[in-house]
């Protein structure tokens, strides 16, 4: 079965500095995509980054990257240079193909708290 | 361009009430998906629909029935509120199969009392 394991229930990291979000995952798959989402404390859920199974280079999306290791099945966010605005939860996805449209399977969270 | 809107953001049952949550799209994406988020859970998959007319269960379907009469609305029911649909719900809808990103609802904040 599909699983997605976050062990960190909340970080702290002071503004500016950087922080490594953990995630790993469970799937016999072969093809699968990760996803982190950030969720403030407003409620929305944002989309920060995408990873695909099959990609050679770990995914940059400005200040996001995510550190891909497939074989220990890992799929961390690094956050650079936090800002205050970063503070909120931070969920790892993965899409796991069921019937033909793949669903998301969420981790529990990290709550991140950047502070000055 | 408003994205996926969800109506109503917050609502009170109490247990035995039906209500209907809608989540509209403008997007033309073919895949909608009803979530619920629990405290101290991810989001958990209710049920979607990979088109219009279709519709499919997902992790925790029971309590709750979706309509996905036009390609651009996917509704959810509940037929009678129990104090555990407590919760938030979000819906979701993305563009194509080996989904990229899917794009997500404000949410809806539902208690049951």
Sequence with gaps: AQKITQTQPGMFVQEKEAVTLDCTYDTSDPSYGLFWYKQPSSGEMIFLIYQGSYDQQNATEGRYSLNFQKARKSANLVISASQLGDSAMYFCAMSALTGNTDKLIFGTGTRLQVFP | ?113
């Design chain 2, 1 to 113: 361009n408003a994205g996926v809107t969800q109506t109503p953001k917050f609502r009170v049952l109490k247990t035995g009430q039906s209500m209907t949550l809608l989540c509209a799209q403008d997007m033309n994406h073919e895949y909608m998906y009803w979530y619920r988020q629990d405290p101290g859970m991810g989001l958990r998959l209710i049920h979607y629909s990979v088109g219009e007319g279709t519709t499919a269960k997902g992790e925790v379907p029971d309590g709750y029935n979706v309509s996905r009469l036009k390609k651009q609305n996917f509704l959810l029911g509940l037929e009678s509120a129990a104090p555990s649909q407590t919760s938030v719900y979000f819906c979701a809808s993305s563009s194509w199969t080996g989904a990229y990103e899917q794009y997500f609802g404000p949410g809806t904040r539902l208690t049951v009392t």
